[in-house]
């Protein structure tokens, strides 16, 4: 034997029909009679769902049992199936069914009891509690004839007695399935969930017929609804719009819903405002200024450090750009040649020095202009002080030429082998620009030009300081033609290459249209370079450059010295003279005494200023060859100076200048000079192979 669960349903097929039966005209729209009832014990009953006439839409018809000792029980339909909840918005509705559960043999009839295909409703889902309660016939007999199997049953502990279909609990489909046999029953309590569909239509069907269309109310929405596994049943059903609820079955039964109402379901950090279907949600103005206040700091933040990556971001890329540029001319300027001659070398190595582009620039402020000591065609020179606190000269070239770059590289070349007191130091070069940069010590007081040639004609040099400036511009010379195994021709020398110190002492500058020509060489080709009015007139035409080519640029600075005079000068009613040839017409004319400056012929005595004009004449001789050596020029004008001035024997008024200089035998060129010169501190160290070494980096 074994146990048979049986559901006892005190409801029978002809209740249940009799709900399609009922209200066929409230298929329009409805508005629900004040008649009607609206509750039955705690249930509320809601159109579509009612009782009595008019009340409830075909198929959805409800029974209000009244009981004196017991609540009002509601009944599904006509019957005794009770009702224990309805829910409009997910469409089901629960009832409470009886189980029993009796000993059976293996002969059982299994037939159906409740049919539910012609009703809305379809089984979805049980919920079971068992009471433990066992049940006894009060008879012997078990009448079955289809639905109408009664047995008589009795409750032992309250002796409640009635008839009901002995039935076992296993729906399939809309039907259940039944068993009897004598015996004792053991009962439990169900909860059985039927879900409903206003039709077996979906809604694009329903809407066309507006007569018999259930979602009436504006605010509501028709729901399709299908064939599930806890769903057999197919069509339609209402609701309610979003932000609306109540009932979608009736006119105006959809109602707005005051979300403000209910903080807890609706989220609102301001103030709530009630809007139809909806809500709106405003920040107070404290809560606007704080989140303006927050939002703009983030923001302001959020820039703030969007910004500065950028710019970080920015001069990273920039710098490692200029990073490879200053590479990339530092290797077109020849640099690591450059560096590699250097630093072979110990004597030049402490000398001088490749600096960097970001020394330089520290060194100038950025090159500002207040720093600009003098400009002209070429370049312009900074004043500049370097992180050891020397003050310097920085020579920075506007010409990009790659004759000029030559010419750079050329000076730090020639003037890197030069220790000479009269001759300005070099204290190294920058090679990461596009045009080398020139680091020289700083001279203070100008040019030789500068104090020569002043705006009201009165120079404030004396004869004995213009003396001591030629004698010192010579030695210097004299060093570059012959104290190294290879001479150095300066080939613009002129009276603003000479710088003055404090104390007036000469200093040679600008070396950038140097060469180098070795001492068993007489001469070298070269394109024709200098300034107008110094140069040479032989290497004009031959394109040859000798070491005669200086001593004739020197003569043009003694005739400076000596008239105060420019090399290209104008005379009042005339054209724009040449100094040079300007002089030497007047020896032929024999009164180059006109020529002389007033001061220096106070000054000088009669045979200073005649073997100056004699020394000035020999050295712009048109032949090269005639012209003495910068080291006889040198040896003749310390001469001058150790004889010294004589007063006492000044030029003879109404002497011929003719007959003096003939009657003066005592000009001639030694040929014996003095080795040592006075102020000369020369370097015989130099290594010939080193010198053309530089030499090359042209």
């Not at 008589?152 to 279909?165: K, Q, Y």
């Not at 028709?222 to 609820?245: F, H, L, M, P």
């Not at 300027?333 to 620039?361: C, M, P, Y």
């Not at 033609?481 to 710088?499: C, F, G, M, Q, T």
């Amino acid at each position: 034997m074994g146990w048979v669960e049986l559901l006892l349903l005190p409801l029978t097929l002809s209740s249940l029909g009799s709900t399609k039966v009922e209200s066929a005209s409230t298929e329009e729209h409805f508005t629900s009679p004040s008649n009607c009832t609206k509750s039955c014990g705690n249930i509320k009953i809601e159109y579509p769902f009612g009782i009595g006439n008019g009340c409830y839409r075909t198929g959805f018809n409800l029974t209000c049992t009244n009981h004196t000792d017991q609540p009002s029980r509601l009944l599904l339909g006509d019957g005794k199936l009770e009702v224990t909840r309805i829910d409009l918005d997910i469409g089901t509705v629960r009832v409470k069914t009886p189980i029993v559960t009796m000993d059976l043999d293996e002969n059982f009839i299994n037939v159906p009891l409740i049919d539910l295909q012609n009703l809305p409703y379809s089984f979805t889902s049980s919920e079971q509690k068992i009471r433990n309660t066992y049940y006894h016939f009060t008879d012997n007999t078990l009448l079955v004839s289809g639905c109408n199997a009664i047995a008589s049953l009795a409750d032992p502990i309250t002796n409640e007695t009635f008839d009901t279909c002995a039935t076992i609990c296993t729906p399939t489909g809309n039907s259940y399935f039944f068993s009897y046999e004598t015996g004792p029953f053991v009962r439990h309590e169900q909860q059985s969930i039927f879900s409903w569909v206003i039709e077996t239509q979906h809604c694009e069907e329903a809407r066309q017929n507006n007569a018999t269309f259930a979602c009436v109310d504006k605010n509501s929405v028709c729901e399709n609804i299908t064939k599930t596994s806890n769903e057999d049943s197919w069509g339609y059903r209402c609701n309610c719009a979003k932000g609306y609820q109540g009932n979608p079955y009736i006119s105006d039964g959809c109602k707005d819903i005051d979300e403000c109402s209910v903080p807890n379901n609706y989220f609102c950090n301001g103030t709530c405002i009630n809007t139809k279907g909806g809500y709106q949600c405003l920040p107070d103005k404290k809560q606007t200024v704080l989140l303006g206040v927050t939002i703009g700091v983030s923001t302001g933040s959020g820039l703030l450090l969007l910004s500065i990556s950028f710019i970080i971001l920015r001069r990273k890329w920039k710098k490692r750009k200029q990073k490879k540029i200053r590479e990339r001319h530092f290797h077109q300027n020849h640099g690591l040649l450059l560096q590699q001659l250097i630093s072979s070398n110990e004597d030049v190595a402490e000398r001088t020095k490749i600096f960097s582009l970001d020394e330089i620039e520290k060194a100038t402020n950025n090159f500002d202009e207040t720093r600009v000591l003098g400009s002209g065609g070429h370049g312009t020179v900074y004043k500049g002080i370097l992180s050891d606190q020397r003050v310097v000269a920085i020579k920075k070239s506007k010409i990009v030429k790659k004759s000029e770059i030559d010419q750079f590289i050329n000076e730090v070349a020639i003037l890197s082998q030069i220790n000479h007191r009269n001759i300005v130091r070099l204290f190294g070069c920058c090679l990461e620009t596009e045009v080398p940069l020139l680091v020289y010590e700083f001279i203070s007081n100008g040019t030789l030009a500068d104090h020569l040639h002043v705006s009201d004609g009165n120079s404030t040099l004396s004869w004995e300081a213009r003396l001591r400036i030629a004698t010192e511009t010579a030695g210097a010379l004299a060093y570059l033609h012959s104290a190294a195994s290879i001479s150095i021709l300066h080939r613009d020398v002129k009276s603003s290459n000479i710088l003055l110190d404090d104390h007036f002492m000469a200093k040679i500058s600008d070396f950038g249209a140097s060469r180098l020509i070795p001492l068993d060489e007489t001469h070298i080709i070269t394109v024709i370079q200098g300034t107008f009015g110094y140069l040479d007139p032989e290497y004009y035409q031959t394109s040859q450059l000798t070491e005669k080519s200086d001593v004739y640029s020197f003569g043009v600075i003694l005739l400076e010295l000596l008239t105060g005079k420019k090399p290209v000068f104008s005379i009042e009613h005339e054209n724009r003279q040449n100094l040079s040839m300007y002089f030497l017409q007047a020896m032929k004319e024999k009164h180059s005494f006109n020529l002389v400056e007033d001061r220096v012929m106070k000054e000088g005595t009669k045979q200073e200023l005649l073997e100056i004009i004699q020394l000035i004449e020999m050295c712009l001789k048109l032949n090269g060859i005639e012209r003495p050596t910068m080291k006889e020029v040198e040896h003749k004008l310390q001469s001058f100076r150790r004889i010294g001035k004589k007063k006492e024997n000044p030029i003879s008024e109404g002497m011929e200048e003719t007959e003096y200089l003939l009657s003066d035998s005592s000009y001639t060129f030694s040929d014996s000079i003095d080795q040592t010169t006075e102020g000369m501190s020369r370097n015989y160290s130099l290594e010939k192979e080193f010198l053309w070494s530089l030499y090359n980096l042209r």
